[in-house]
């Protein structure tokens, strides 16, 4: 196996767990969020982040293209558009649209993972966007895959909240 197919393959997995905890969300639970602490995201806002927080990243990593409009840097842009309160994130308005979302940004993922090239996985570098130390291609990329990883735990926190009936398997996909 080589690191475009373990890319591939961890993110494969990765989208088919989120998609089943995404498919025991309830609709009527989409504005729920915890009742303590402060800014959270509520299910609604979750289930979105989920649906740009791997694929549109590795698309960033691999072609430059972060989806700004013309003309805006990263470096322009105030901290606060880098990473606005929980209050101004984007929400899906059902669990459907969620899915389809989903869907597509895993079709984009595994586009530009395929579009990568082996060779450029570790001899390429840079950093991200947002700051951070240097990595290789093969490292942003990963850590796309454990940022999706990273919200689906939080979704599955959010169920078992809820009184939802979800355990160990739920989470790993088992």
Known sequence: MNLTELL????????????KLFTLVDNDKLGWK?????NWMTVAQVLHHCTNSCG?????FVSGDWGLPPGTKFDDMPPEAM????EKLPAVKSVDEALKLLAEDKKTAMKFLSEAGEANLLSKTSTAPWGGPK???FQHLSHMIGHLGQH???????LKLQGKKVSTQELWGM
């Open 8 to 19: 591939k393959a961890e993110a494969e997995f990765m989208y088919a767990t989120t998609e």
């Open 34 to 38: 915890p009742a303590t602490g402060s």
């Open 135 to 137: 990595a290789t291609l």
């Open 56 to 60: 549109a990243g590795i698309k960033g």
């Open 152 to 158: 689906k735990g939080q979704l599955f926190y959010y």
């Open 83 to 86: 990473l606005p309160p929980a």
